[in-house]
């Protein structure tokens, strides 16, 4: 069965920056496109970025310049490098597949930006 598991989030100062993971099972992660979601307490869960299979990468505005989603083959694991960081960026972190005509998501990590 799919599983995802997302690490890497912590509390981290404003400017700071973060890794985040996502580590994949139970599909052929090669050949399937993966974003990451966040979630801000009290909104709704946002899009955040995707690359796809070819390695093309998509970013929300907000993402774009401090951000980098990148994957690896051979671990089965996406990345989300975070950069710049705000308290605008506090959020619980998913990441997420589509896979057969279901959705999928991880337990999500957290990241907290604050002084």
């Known amino acids: 069965q799919v599983q995802l598991v997302e690490s890497g989030g912590g509390l981290v100062q404003p400017g700071g920056s973060l890794t985040l993971s996502c580590a994949a099972s139970g599909f052929i992660f090669s050949v399937y496109g993966m974003s990451w979601y966040r979630q801000a307490p009290g909104k709704e869960r946002e899009w955040v970025a995707t690359?796809?299979?070819?390695?093309?990468?998509t970013y929300v505005d907000s993402a774009k310049g401090r951000f980098t989603i990148s994957r690896d083959n051979a671990k089965n694991t996406i990345y989300l490098q975070l950069e710049s960081l705000t308290p605008e960026d506090t959020a619980m972190y998913y990441c997420?597949?589509?896979?057969?005509?279901?959705?999928?998501w991880g337990q999500g990590t957290q990241v907290t930006v604050s002084s």
């Open positions: 997420y597949i589509r896979h057969r005509e279901h959705d999928y």
């Open positions: 690359i796809s299979s070819g390695r093309t990468t």
